[in-house]
Structures are given as C-alpha cells and as structure tokens.
C-alpha cells in the first residue's frame, strides 16, 4: 500500500512537470493538493512519508478526527462544501478554503475569523457550467456581489475554484477551466486586485487544468485509489 502510494504520487508529480513545461509555465507555479478525503490516516501517512506536504479533505467531522492524528507539518486544504455551523471548528484546521459558495458563508467566515482573531484565506467557488443543480456561484452572481465580498476585510480572497461537470473526456472539462481563468482576469482587472489563485483539476483532467493556468490541481483517486 505505502509503496504503490509513493509510486502514484510520483507518476502524478511527474506529470504536473511534463504539463507545466509543455505549457510553458514554471513547475513552481502549481502545487498538489493530495485529496485524502475518506482515505484512512495511515495513507495519509504514507503519502506524507514520500513527500507530500499538503492535503486536501471535503468535511469538517472528518478532519477533526484525522488531523490529530498526523504530523502536525501536514498541511491541509478544504475542499468540500462548508456548513456555517462548522467554521468555528474548521478555522484552526486549514489554511485555506477553496469553496466559498455564497455571501452568506463568506459572511459567517469574516464574523467568526473577527471572533477569533483570525484571517481566512478563501477561493470563490465558481459553477462554471452554471448547472442549476450545483453550488457555487454563477460568474454573473460573482460580479454582482465581487464588491461586497471585497469588502469583507477578514477573510483574504486569493482566487477562484471550479468544479466542472463531470465527463468522461478530460478534453471536455477545458472549456470551463478556460471560462474560469478569463473570469478570474476580469475580476483583476475590473475590481483591481489580485487573485492569483486557480484551484481547478482533478484526477482525469489536472494535466488540461495545468494547461489552462490552474495554479492548484486537486487530485484524489489517481494517488490513493478509488
Ligand atoms: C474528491 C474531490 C477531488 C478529488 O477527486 P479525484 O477525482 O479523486 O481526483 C477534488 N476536488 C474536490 C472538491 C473533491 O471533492
């Protein structure tokens, strides 16, 4: 187990290099984040032991139980839907929160960061596809309330996520990375300021993610197995 986990996160790691060159970008511009969500400690542990730093979990109860449990130079993302109910607990467990679905949440997130004397550091989720079914917020909703979230002097937003829908062609998913970049360029540009941060690609399609400027690749299965 520990041996084909090293061996799986090395082939990933080796492809995010050859798609960083491909794509003329530098290997440093976009990190791993190991998705260990429902995958035992001790494979955590192992990916850790074969060097990755950083990890990526989708609920709160979940990580409370883990992270205890492992080094404390683990770092960790969150990646799931966030209940307001659970920020409180979620606040001293990860260093950033890639799915900020509505004003609501980021609300609760300044109040309680204001609370306890913290500062998120948050990515927008985006429903690129604009799937009625899904979370996130529309690129239309996020340039209607970009100036509002803006004003949230708590929490720091970095960038923008998105998960698209779910294809069997990782060639499909390219349109919404793309959609989401040229969303992320606008915000820039239109509110002047930085928001460095793309979280987009998964296991299928992190290597067209890379191509489309993701700066964080979010991979799970190809690491750990289903
Ligand atoms: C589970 C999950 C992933 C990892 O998905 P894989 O297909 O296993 O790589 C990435 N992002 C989010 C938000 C997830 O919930």
Do not use: C
């Amino acid at each position: 187990m520990t041996d084909e986990i090293a061996s799986n996160l090395a082939r990933v790691l080796a492809t995010i290099a050859t798609a960083t060159a491909k794509a003329g970008r530098k290997r440093d511009e976009v990190q791993l984040i190991a998705v260990s969500k429902k995958q035992g400690t001790e494979k955590v542990r192992a990916a850790f032991d074969a060097g990755q730093p950083l990890f990526g979990e989708s609920r709160v109860q979940e990580a409370r139980a883990k992270v205890p449990l492992l080094p404390g130079a683990v770092r960790w993302h969150f990646v799931g839907h966030l209940q307001k109910n659970k920020i409180r607990h979620a606040l001293p467990l990860f260093e950033m929160f890639h799915s900020v679905d509505s004003v609501a949440l980021a609300e609760e997130l300044q109040r309680i960061g204001d609370e306890d004397g913290v500062r998120p550091r948050v990515l927008l989720e985006v429903n690129s596809a604009g799937e009625a079914s899904k979370i996130g917020f529309s690129p239309d909703a996020l340039r209607t309330h970009m100036a509002a979230l803006l004003a949230l002097s708590r929490i720091e937003i970095e960038g923008l996520m998105t998960i698209p829908p779910l294809a069997p062609e990782p060639e499909n998913s390219r349109r919404y990375f793309a959609s989401l970049r040229e969303l992320r360029d606008q915000l820039q540009r239109e509110f002047s300021v930085p928001l460095p941060q793309l979280s987009m690609g998964m296991s299928n399609d992190y290597t067209v993610a890379i191509e489309e400027g993701a700066t964080m690749v979010r991979v799970g299965t190809a690491i750990f197995g289903q």
